[in-house]
């Protein structure tokens, strides 16, 4: 008999990025979701192109899908979504959580874009609150608010699979960073709380993996798994022992290669700026706004 409440998770690594994207389907209906998709991007050449998209694409063919929603976690800095490429050839509408207003807005003034960029989120077809609700096929679907890692970001909660993105990382890896833009360590401490409150048996998927220490890259563990082995949670971490963790790591770390790039793109739903009047659309890069350490100081709110 089929488990209604446990939904097929395949997951999909951009060596490149360290990003995982999902494909997540109800084994009786075969209605999926897609969640985090990327958008290769060679800053090289200045050139995109949809491998990563395109190997989505083959496998839901391949295991006869039908995909009702294009998920996204939050406005990623590493690479772009491919979630506008992916809803014209699916035609399955795009969502992320409400929030990304507020991400829109500090973006905006980042990069200094001019009025007509609307910051109401109306790139996407729907913003989710938190607690709200949806299906996929026969599967339950829920929506938590996991502010941290941005102001923005979201935990998609389907069946007994959680979809964490930049809260929690593999137990070895410990969590992720906290230091973008609008970021806070102590919401992080309070987001990953409310995650490993579900039951101990939630399966666990994360965003991005690197291998450490030469692994193979690595996306799936548990409620139980993270509490017992998470090495920046293991042992009853406080929020005071962890805020100094994880701002003292922060520090060390240098900004994601692509996120000057990738955050104009994702906060335009994964579009690219309208092109100039030769056709060709042009990426900005606001000079000198990020020196020393990777951590500036943003809104909080």
């Known amino acids: 008999m089929t488990n ?22 109800c084994p009786r209906t075969k209605k999926a979701a897609i969640i985090d998709p990327v958008w290769d991007f ?10 990563n998209a395109d190997e989505l ?25 491919a979630a506008p490429y992916l809803k014209m050839k699916l035609g399955a509408p795009t969502a ?7 991400v829109q807005k500090l973006w905006k003034s980042i990069y200094n874009l001019g009025d007509d960029f609307a910051t109401d989120g109306s790139q996407w077809d729907r913003l989710f609150k938190d607690g709200d609700t949806f299906t996929i096929g026969d599967l339950e679907a829920r929506v938590m608010f996991s502010p941290g890692h941005t102001l923005a970001s979201i935990t998609y909660v389907i069946g007994d699979a959680a979809f964490v993105h930049d809260t929690l990382m593999m137990p070895d890896s410990g969590t992720s960073r906290a230091d973008f833009p609008g970021g806070c360590a102590t919401d992080l401490y309070k987001s990953i709380e409310r995650i490993l409150s579900m039951p101990a048996d939630t399966r666990i998927f994360v965003g991005h993996d690197y291998g450490r220490g030469g692994r193979k890259p690595m996306w799936e563990s548990t409620v139980r798994e993270e509490l017992a082995q998470n090495i920046h949670l293991r042992g009853g971490t406080t929020e005071a022992d962890y805020v100094r963790i994880r701002e003292t790591r922060d520090a060390e770390l240098e900004l994601p290669h692509l996120m000057l790039y990738a955050l104009q793109v994702n906060i335009r739903g994964g579009r690219l700026p309208d092109p100039e ?21 943003g809104p909080q709110g």
């Open 96 to 102: 992320i959580g409400e929030h990304v207003k507020k």
């Open 42 to 51: 060679d800053e090289k050449a200045g050139r995109t192109c949809t491998t």
């Open 277 to 297: 009047s030769n056709e060709v659309s042009y990426l900005k890069i606001p000079l000198n706004q990020f020196t020393g350490s990777a951590k500036i100081c």
């Open 4 to 25: 209604v409440n446990r939904p097929n998770v395949k997951g999909f690594h951009d060596s490149k990025t360290g990003s995982i994207q999902y494909v997540v389907s």
């Open 57 to 81: 694409l083959g496998y839901i063919h391949d295991m006869s899908l039908d995909v009702v929603r294009i998920l996204d976690t939050h406005p990623h800095a590493d690479h772009f979504s």
